[in-house]
Nanobody, 116 residues
Framework: QVQLVESGGGLVQAGGSLKLSCAAS????????MAWHRQAPGKQREFVAS???????NYADSVKGRFTISRDNAKITVYLQMNSLKPEDTAVYYCYALTSLGTPQWGQGTQVTVSS
């Protein structure tokens, strides 16, 4: 089963930036798409951004223009560059992968805290 390891979370002031990383245990050839989701305290987990193996990206309206999802095929790693961070972005961010066989997998999550 594919394993996902996240890193890059931390504490940052509003307006600052962070870059999250998600390293996968298998090639992107077997992964239909990768995504980032987040869950704030007391809220449901929500979609943030995704990228398919063909390079198509999608973003939640709340992060469009501020966040960028990308990948490095050689490192089998997906990134989430987060700029102009807001306190509302505070959440645990989870990496997600869907294999070509339809099997979903989640990372362990990494905390992002944005202070005002």
């Amino acid at each position: 089963q594919v394993q996902l390891v996240e890193s890059g979370g931390g504490l940052v002031q509003a307006g600052g930036s962070l870059k999250l990383s998600c390293a996968a245990s298998e090639s992107f050839f077997s992964l239909n798409h990768m995504a980032w989701h987040r869950q704030a305290p007391g809220k449901q987990r929500e979609f943030v951004a995704s990228i398919t193996r063909g390079g198509t990206t999608n973003y939640a309206d709340s992060v469009k223009g501020r966040f960028t999802i990308s990948r490095d095929n050689a490192k089998i790693t997906v990134y989430l560059q987060m700029n102009s961070l807001k306190p509302e972005d505070t959440a645990v961010y989870y990496c997600y992968a869907l294999t070509s066989l339809g099997t979903p997998q989640w990372g362990q999550g990494t905390q992002v805290t944005v202070s005002s």
